[in-house]
């Protein structure tokens, strides 16, 4: 995977070289040139540019770039417009930090992909979230094991846990299922909301969209959500 980190801050910088760590190429982008020098042994490749210039950011490798983070967090006036120029542009994917409720709203407003919020949530966590298909969700429980919340892969839809046999295929145990769920309203209105199934069942049966709670070593979930 490639991806291209903008704003080199505590929570750009970690996550950028958290990636390289993992294999994948990552470019490293801040216009403060202290940091670009700081990490340029760390992170696969670092430039020093304004993101919120168009002629500039035109110049990257933008479609061969999978995932563009957006970690400028000190200037929200530059993290949205280069938010904004990165649509623009039309590059595949783009993730940008909120640093408050108005903050996001503007970023779902420009029609980000997904939002992250430093504050509470782990370079860690979307570093591993990033690297691995279908994941919505993920918690280290240490070094070796995770808990993750899946996807379920379309392969899947309308088996049972056990005739998918999670745990003797690929060493994983299924805690639980959420499912999406219509639900009406006091005043009669229709919402979709996800419940929890409690304790999986080797009798459950796989639906579309159903998300899938999966606890097991990392390499057993890396290999499992590789193979789907």
């Not at 540019?49 to 995932?67: I, M, Q, R, W």
């Not at 992250?116 to 591993?128: M, S």
């Not at 379309?154 to 998918?164: A, N």
Request: glycine share 8%.
């Amino acid at each position: 995977m490639k991806y291209i980190i903008i704003g080199l801050g505590n929570f750009g910088a970690s996550l950028a070289q958290k990636l390289t760590e993992q294999g994948h190429e990552v470019i490293g982008i801040d216009k403060n040139m202290t940091k670009v020098d700081a990490f340029k042994e760390k992170i696969s490749h670092t430039i020093c540019l304004d993101a919120t210039d168009e002629f500039t950011v035109s110049g990257l490798p933008l479609k061969e770039t999978d995932v563009f983070i957006v970690a400028i967090g000190e200037d929200q006036g530059a993290n949205v417009m280069t938010t904004a120029l990165l649509k623009i542009l039309e590059v595949k994917r783009v993730i940008s930090r909120a640093i408050n409720p108005l903050h996001e709203k503007v970023l779902q407003a420009i029609g980000v992909d997904e939002i992250v919020h430093p504050e509470e949530e782990t370079a860690e966590r979307w570093a591993k979230k990033l690297c691995l298909n279908n994941v919505i969700d993920s918690f280290e429980l240490n070094d070796d094991y995770s808990i993750i919340e899946a996807t379920v892969s379309e392969e899947y839809v309308g088996q049972t846990i056990r005739e998918i046999g999670f745990r003797k295929t690929f060493g994983l145990l299924v805690l639980t299922i959420i499912k999406k769920v219509n639900v009406k309203s006091i005043l009669g209105k229709t919402k979709v909301e996800q419940q929890i199934q409690g304790v999986a069942s080797a009798n459950d049966t796989l639906e579309s969209n159903d998300i899938l709670v999966l606890y097991g070593s990392n390499k057993d979930l890396q290999k499992f959500l590789g193979e789907n």
